[in-house]
């Protein structure tokens, strides 16, 4: 079966400091990886996933399938990073999918 | 578009009751997934529906839930004889026919005393 793992539940760092929330998975296959975020009292929403290889808000995460990895990153954090970022799995590559997620990193980040 | 909705946002079940919960997805969506958030975990994946349809519910506990999509009106997530350990956060997504994109509503927190 496959699994997302989310090592850090708390990441804290200061404005301007650059971060990287890490997600590493397992599975056979190969998936597709996505990077959610929901910000305070707002709904769970879609911030990247690695075939569109865009940057959002800043945000970039590269597939790593040698490291089964996908970690997201930003060079500069600003206060409204601030966050619980969920990353996710997806078996169907491209097609409709029950997703699988990790536990979740909290960001904070500090002025 | 409204988005994703789910209703009640907050229900109280005593041990023993029913719970229903809806789902309504985003206009033109035919896809329905179900997921469950325990507290302090990610969330988990119960089951996954097309109208009239069940794909997939390899996440479903065997026992006292059942979920249905029917061809007219809001999905619904049924958990019957409710214990404590039912308490937790309950998510609906949708996404349209192509493409995998899942929107998520806002949420169902149900509390069983």
Redesign the interface.
């Known amino acids: 079966a496959q699994r997302?793992t989310?090592p850090e539940k708390l990441l804290s760092v200061f404005k301007g400091a650059p971060v990287e929330l890490k997600c590493n998975y397992s599975y056979s296959g190969s998936p597709?990886l996505f990077w959610?975020v929901q910000y305070s009292r707002q709904?769970?929403?879609?911030l990247l996933?690695h075939i569109s290889r865009e940057s959002i808000k800043g945000f970039t995460a590269d597939l790593n399938k040698g490291e089964t990895s996908f970690h997201l990153k930003k060079p500069f954090a600003q206060e409204e990073d601030s966050a619980m970022y969920?990353c996710a799995l997806?078996r169907?590559g491209?097609?409709?999918?029950?997703?699988?997620?990790?536990?979740?990193t909290h960001l904070i980040i500090q002025p | 578009n409204a988005?994703?909705m789910q209703n009640p946002r907050h229900l109280v079940r005593r041990r023993g009751q029913e719970a229903r919960l809806r789902c309504s997805p985003m206009k033109g969506h035919s896809?329905v997934?179900w997921?469950r958030q325990l507290p302090?975990?990610?969330?988990?994946?119960?089951?996954?529906l097309q109208k009239e349809n069940i794909?997939?519910e390899?996440?479903m506990p065997k026992e006292r839930f059942s979920a249905e999509f029917p061809k007219e009106g809001p999905s619904i997530l049924r958990i019957q004889q409710v214990v404590r350990g039912d308490s937790a956060a309950y998510?609906c997504a949708s996404?349209p026919p192509v493409?995998?994109?899942?929107?998520?509503?806002?949420?169902t927190r149900l509390t069983v005393t």
């Open positions: 997302v989310q597709e959610y709904r769970l929403q879609l996933r969920y997806s169907a491209g097609g409709a999918d029950g997703l699988t997620f990790g536990k979740g | 988005g994703v896809h997934y997921y302090e975990e990610g969330l988990k994946f119960m089951v996954y794909i997939d390899s996440g998510f996404s493409g995998d994109e899942q929107y998520f509503g806002p949420g």
